[in-house]
C-alpha cells in the first residue's frame, strides 16, 4: 500500500553536505508524520529527525544544528540536509512513514563521510 525509497546517499568529506530524499507512494497523505534513522555497523538503529502532521520538527542531539528535515508535498517526498558532516554519521540512513499506526520503512541509502 505504501512504498518508501531512499536515495541521495554516497561518500563524502567531513565538513561537508549531502541531501537525502525519501519518496513516498501509494495510499498516502503527504503531511503525515515522517522522519529518518540511521544505523552505523555493529550499532543500534538511532532515530535521527522527524516532522511531524503540522511541520513541526525534531532532532537527535548529536545532528541538532547540521541536519534539517522537510518535504514536498508536490512531489510526495521528504528531505534530510545534512551539512557539516563528521565521520561519526556514516550509516545507512532509513526513512520511514506512518499510515494507520504502522511504520513504513525504506530499504536505507549508504552515507559514508570520510576524515
Known amino acids: 500500500q505504501v512504498q518508501v525509497v531512499e536515495s541521495g546517499g554516497g561518500l563524502v568529506q567531513a565538513g561537508g553536505s549531502l541531501r537525502l530524499s525519501c519518496a513516498v507512494s501509494?495510499?498516502?497523505?503527504?503531511?503525515?508524520?515522517s522522519g529518518w534513522y540511521r544505523q552505523a555497523p555493529g550499532k543500534q538503529r538511532e532515530w535521527v529527525a522527524s516532522?511531524?502532521?503540522?511541520?513541526?520538527?525534531d532532532f537527535a542531539d548529536s545532528v541538532k544544528g547540521r541536519f534539517t528535515i522537510s518535504r514536498d508535498n508536490a512531489k510526495n517526498t521528504v528531505y534530510l540536509q545534512m551539512n557539516s558532516l563528521k565521520p561519526e554519521d556514516t550509516a545507512v540512513y532509513y526513512c520511514?512513514?506512518?499510515?494507520?499506526?504502522?511504520?513504513?520503512w525504506g530499504q536505507g541509502t549508504q552515507v559514508t563521510v570520510s576524515s
Open positions: 520511514y512513514y506512518i499510515r494507520r499506526e504502522i511504520r513504513y
Open positions: 501509494g495510499s498516502i497523505f503527504t503531511t503525515n508524520p
Open positions: 516532522i511531524s502532521s503540522d511541520d513541526s520538527t
